[in-house]
């Protein structure tokens, strides 16, 4: 069974910036094979990873349920709506070297997730043995894991801004984790974006107060702020910048303990 990581925060903190980072870093490691799921509705990792999407689950799900209403239905003649489904689900796989990723895309309709998140539910079931890392890049309210869409889930990563509303989302976050008994085996908190990579008294007493477990802190860059301006990969931020530097460092301790 993949080892499986889940990173979760509220938007705007960099969250999926750090989820690309850690990507990139167990595949640098020697760590794969990786697969990267994107499971915000706002997908932006394969922005941060570099790489084009050109099919989501979220679409292939319009496909199916609109077929009928075509001028030209798509599903062959003699295959089940299932089996077209099954057929179309291996297009969502974005296949790199070291990793693959699969995006879950829109929604269904106004705002209803549960046929997608069952689509990736199914898909993650079929391949998540093949590798040896599973990386997530949820969105704030974490619906899918509370619907059960991963199998299980050995580690969380919350992310927070450095702000006491980042931290207090997070710990809702956290709440909800112990609510719905997931009972991952590491739950750790990384401030992100830190001026001089120092987090003051005011926001370390919330750290405290939302009984979360600060891992490690990334300051704030520069660097990834220009490579975002520029369209530029965040994976490819050079190896002595502020951010890659700080960050690999805090994971590498948690991963290899």
Same mark, same amino acid.
């Given at each position: 069974?993949?080892?499986?990581?889940?990173?979760?925060?509220?938007?705007?903190?960099?969250?999926?910036?750090?989820?690309?980072?850690?990507?990139?870093?167990?595949?640098?490691?020697? *760590? @794969?094979?990786?697969?990267? $799921? /994107? %499971?915000?509705?706002?997908?932006?990792?394969?922005?941060?990873? &570099? =790489?084009?999407?050109?099919?989501?689950?979220?679409?292939?799900?319009?496909?199916?349920?609109?077929?009928?209403?075509?001028?030209?239905?798509?599903?062959?003649?003699?295959?089940?709506?299932?089996?077209?489904?099954?057929?179309?689900?291996?297009?969502?796989?974005?296949?790199?070297?070291?990793?693959?990723?699969?995006?879950?895309?829109?929604?269904?309709?106004?705002?209803?997730?549960?046929?997608?998140?069952?689509?990736?539910?199914?898909?993650?079931?079929?391949?998540?043995?093949?590798?040896?890392?599973?990386?997530?890049?949820?969105?704030?309210?974490?619906?899918?894991?509370? *619907? @059960?869409?991963?199998?299980? $889930? /050995? %580690?969380?990563?919350?992310?927070?801004?450095?702000?006491?509303? &980042? =931290?207090?989302?997070?710990?809702?976050?956290?709440?909800?984790?112990?609510?719905?008994?997931?009972?991952?085996?590491?739950?750790?908190?990384?401030?992100?974006?830190?001026?001089?990579?120092?987090?003051?008294?005011?926001?370390?007493?919330?750290?405290?107060?939302?009984?979360?477990?600060?891992?490690?802190?990334?300051?704030?860059?520069?660097?990834?702020?220009?490579?975002?301006?520029?369209?530029?990969?965040?994976?490819?931020?050079?190896?002595?910048?502020?951010?890659?530097?700080?960050?690999?460092?805090?994971?590498?301790?948690?991963?290899?303990?």
């Amino acid at each position: 069974m993949a080892y499986t990581i889940a990173v979760a925060g509220k938007g705007g903190t960099g969250k999926t910036t750090l989820t690309g980072l850690l990507i990139d870093y167990l595949c640098k490691t020697g *760590r @794969g094979p990786i697969l990267a $799921v /994107d %499971a915000d509705a706002n997908s932006n990792l394969n922005e941060v990873l &570099g =790489v084009e999407v050109e099919t989501t689950l979220g679409d292939i799900r319009e496909d199916v349920a609109n077929a009928e209403l075509a001028a030209e239905n798509p599903i062959p003649s003699g295959m089940s709506k299932q089996d077209y489904l099954d057929f179309k689900l291996g297009s969502a796989m974005v296949e790199e070297d070291e990793y693959d990723l699969l995006v879950m895309g829109r929604t269904q309709g106004k705002g209803c997730y549960c046929f997608v998140n069952g689509l990736l539910q199914a898909q993650l079931a079929k391949v998540a043995s093949q590798y040896k890392y599973l990386v997530v890049d949820n969105e704030a309210g974490m619906e899918h894991i509370s *619907r @059960g869409i991963l199998p299980h $889930v /050995d %580690a969380i990563l919350l992310v927070s801004d450095c702000s006491r509303r &980042g =931290v207090q989302a997070v710990g809702r976050i956290a709440e909800l984790v112990r609510e719905i008994k997931l009972e991952p085996k590491v739950m750790k908190l990384i401030i992100n974006r830190a001026p001089d990579g120092a987090v003051n008294e005011g926001i370390m007493e919330e750290v405290k107060k939302q009984g979360l477990d600060l891992l490690g802190v990334v300051p704030q860059d520069e660097l990834v702020y220009d490579f975002d301006c520029a369209g530029k990969p965040t994976v490819q931020l050079p190896p002595d910048s502020k951010a890659r530097t700080a960050f690999e460092s805090i994971i590498g301790q948690m991963l290899d303990k």
